[in-house]
């Protein structure tokens, strides 16, 4: 097998070589080469000591931030290229990083430390490739298989229960028997790694294309780290308007959404808040989640917090939920009006949750919801090409303008505004400057 290698990538392994040194390319390169990927990273393993690599690479600039576990970074035209002396990793003691690190001058104790199968090949074009677990067939029948004892290897390191969901989501892999007791084995480890660490793993992780079968098959794993969705599992939402049990509805709506990352998290996210909101209809024998969308935040905004995301990535997501369930057809005042909170590009992902959410529920109605949803994106369309005003952006008149009028205080020139862009929006006054600075002097008494 021959693996094209990027110019830089065969210059560094030139030099390597030309001094004496053994190296390859090896990991997550070797895997997405093989695979037809472009890889997005390109490391390089050998058996000089990082002494030595400095040495080779003298000319360049170096980072030696990771030189005390024998990793040296080149900087070649502005890209960084990581240079790793083989190793032997000592004992684990807390469940992610060894207590002590050996170098080796042997590959195949380099690679016996790794994680998976199909990320324990190294590749040199003199070599050629190097396989000693069988990654190459694991490759082939798209398994995700640990380098020898899979308890060991996440005992060693529990963050690696999550690559191991990611990959086979984001590959559409299947987890070897083995390595998925372990998982099941090994889950509550995952309460030792780092928010960040874990939040890392689940954003691929639900972005995969075999996210909603992962997150089914592995949920008691997932549960680990958001305790929240156990009451999802096996929730009937009693309503003819779904057939599903609550976690399956979930899962089925991430399915027929973008692999975005604020897509699949609303998706994740929108229903949670429903066991809290349920109410009983005992004549008509079924249940009703009125307000379901704001225990559904609340819920969403604890976990978020929980796992170190963003304020924007919070903020973002709660939007698209709190509005999930509104329906607008074709009425343009209520569609301005949420596009007065949330904007054209959210309104845009908003209609893709609201046809994802409808997509996984049941057929009653379905056609129904479909048109007005359709309805709703073509009187939106509408909207935007007419340049109709809906935000204050909009407004024929600004700040500056009721300053001239006599209005000073901030704060009265932000209700002004926002009084007459709702008027404006139910249609009540024209978006014309003049109308609307006589409409600012009647509401300021001026």
Not at 129 to 158: N, P, S, W
Not at 170 to 188: G, H, L, P, Q, R
Not at 356 to 363: H, T, V
Not at 385 to 394: G, I, R, T, V
């Amino acid at each position: 097998m021959k693996i094209t290698l990027p110019e830089n990538v065969n210059l560094i392994i030139n030099t390597l070589t030309q001094k004496g040194f053994e190296a390859y390319i090896v990991g997550g390169c070797v895997r997405d080469s093989i695979l037809g990927l472009t890889p997005q990273d390109w490391d390089i393993t050998t058996d000089a000591l990082p002494n030595d690599i400095l040495l080779c690479f003298k000319n360049y600039k170096t980072i030696e931030t990771g030189i005390k576990h024998g990793t040296v970074a080149i900087v070649i035209d502005k890209e960084i290229y990581e240079i790793t002396t083989y190793r032997i990793d000592g004992d684990y003691k807390d469940n992610r990083h060894p207590e002590s690190v050996e170098f080796s001058d042997k590959l195949e104790y380099d690679l016996a430390r790794r994680d998976f199968t199909v990320n324990a090949m190294a590749y040199s074009p003199k070599a050629g490739l190097v396989d000693l677990y069988g990654g190459m067939d694991d490759l082939k029948y798209k398994a995700i298989r640990c380098v020898g004892q899979a308890d060991k290897r996440f005992k060693e390191d529990a963050l690696r229960i999550l690559r191991a969901l990611r990959f086979a989501s984001v590959y559409d892999f299947t987890i070897e028997v083995n390595t998925s007791n372990a998982i099941f084995e090994n889950a509550k480890l995952l309460n030792n790694i780092s928010s960040e660490r874990i939040t890392a793993e689940f954003n691929k992780l639900i972005c995969g294309s075999s996210a909603s079968y992962i997150l089914n098959r592995y949920k008691r794993v997932i549960e680990i780290f958001i305790p929240e969705i156990e009451v999802m599992f096996n929730f009937d939402q009693k309503t003819p308007h779904h057939n599903k049990t609550l976690w399956k509805h979930t899962l089925s709506s991430m399915s027929h959404i973008d692999n975005d990352l604020l897509l699949r998290l609303t998706m994740f996210f929108h229903d949670i808040g429903k066991p809290l909101a349920q109410k009983y209809d005992e004549e008509k024998n079924l249940c009703h989640y009125k307000g379901h969308n704001v225990f559904s935040c609340a819920i969403a905004e604890n976990v978020m917090k929980r796992l170190r995301y963003s304020n924007e990535m919070i903020h973002n997501t709660k939007e698209l939920i709190y509005y999930h369930d509104v329906r607008c057809g074709d009425n343009k005042k209520h569609i301005k009006k949420v596009l007065s909170k949330i904007g054209e590009d959210k309104f845009r992902m908003l209609l893709k949750v609201q046809r994802a959410d409808i997509l996984a529920q049941s057929l009653y109605q379905r056609d129904k919801k479909l048109s007005s949803l359709a309805l709703c994106e073509e009187t939106f369309e509408e909207i935007i090409k007419a340049q109709e005003c809906f935000s204050l952006k909009d407004l024929a008149v600004n700040g500056r303008d009721l300053i001239h009028l006599g209005v000073t205080k901030g704060e009265e020139i932000g209700k002004t505004l926002n009084t007459l862009l709702a008027l404006v929006i139910d249609g009540k006054i024209e978006n014309e400057k003049q109308i609307l600075l006589d409409k600012s002097k009647e509401l300021n008494n001026l």
